[in-house]
């Protein structure tokens, strides 16, 4: 079965000092880790896709890397709109569905 | 493009009473999913489509019902509510090409069962 465990469950910065979120997961083939970003009362919202280990992707204050077995969110220098819940997700290679970690919930304080 | 739309934002259901969470898209994506938030949990998958006239069941599918009669729609039937089913439901649509594997979603039903 796949799991995802994401890591901590909450994380308070000022703004200004950057910091990592963990994902780590267990899947029998991974086709590719998801990172969604989710505001209180919306919906989530898609960030990132890495396919294989060693990749990174960036995107404003965020960069996600990948290894075999975990994946990092850097936020370097938040700010206070950074603050949200952040989701990761895998999809194995034979499947046709998420795994969803629990997030971590971020909040940045001015 | 409006992207996912659902209704109704909230909704409070007696027991046994039963409801259709309406979600529709105009992206014209083929897959379509259905997944419920539990407070402080992960999307749990209740079930998908891969194109109109197809659905298969998630992870957690008991006590709903699915179809899927176009590419746009995508409505999830809960029959017999129970408080079990306290939940908020998430719609989500996911794109081909480009954007294969990233998933949009819906702004949520929050639901109550009591």
């Known amino acids: 079965e796949d799991q995802v465990t994401q890591s901590p469950e909450a994380l308070r910065l000022q703004e200004g000092e950057s910091s990592s979120l963990n994902c780590s997961y267990t899947v029998s083939g991974l086709r590719g880790l998801f990172w969604y970003r989710q505001d209180p009362g919306k919906g989530p919202e898609f960030l990132f896709t890495?396919?294989?280990a060693g990749e990174e992707k960036e995107k404003e204050r965020l960069k996600a890397t990948l290894t075999k077995k975990e994946s990092f969110l850097h936020i370097t220098a938040p700010k206070p709109e950074d603050s949200a819940t952040y989701l990761c997700?895998?999809?194995?290679?034979?499947?046709?569905?998420?795994?969803f970690g629990e997030g971590t919930q971020l909040t940045v304080n001015p | 493009n409006a992207g996912v739309t659902q209704t109704p934002k909230f909704r409070i259901l007696k027991i046994g009473q039963s409801m259709t969470l309406q979600c529709t898209q105009d992206m014209n994506h083929n897959y379509m999913y259905w997944y419920r938030q539990d407070p402080g949990m992960g999307l749990k998958l209740i079930y998908y489509s891969v194109g109109a006239g197809i659905t298969d069941k998630g992870e957690v599918p008991n006590g709903y019902n699915v179809s899927r009669s176009t590419t746009e729609d995508f409505p999830l039937r809960l029959e017999l509510a129970a408080p079990s089913q306290t939940s908020v439901y998430f719609c989500a649509s996911e794109g081909t090409g480009a954007t294969t594997y990233e998933q949009y979603f819906g702004p949520g039903t929050r639901l109550t069962v009591t």
């Open positions: 997700a895998v999809l194995r290679t034979s499947g046709s569905r998420l795994t």
């Open positions: 890495l396919y294989s």
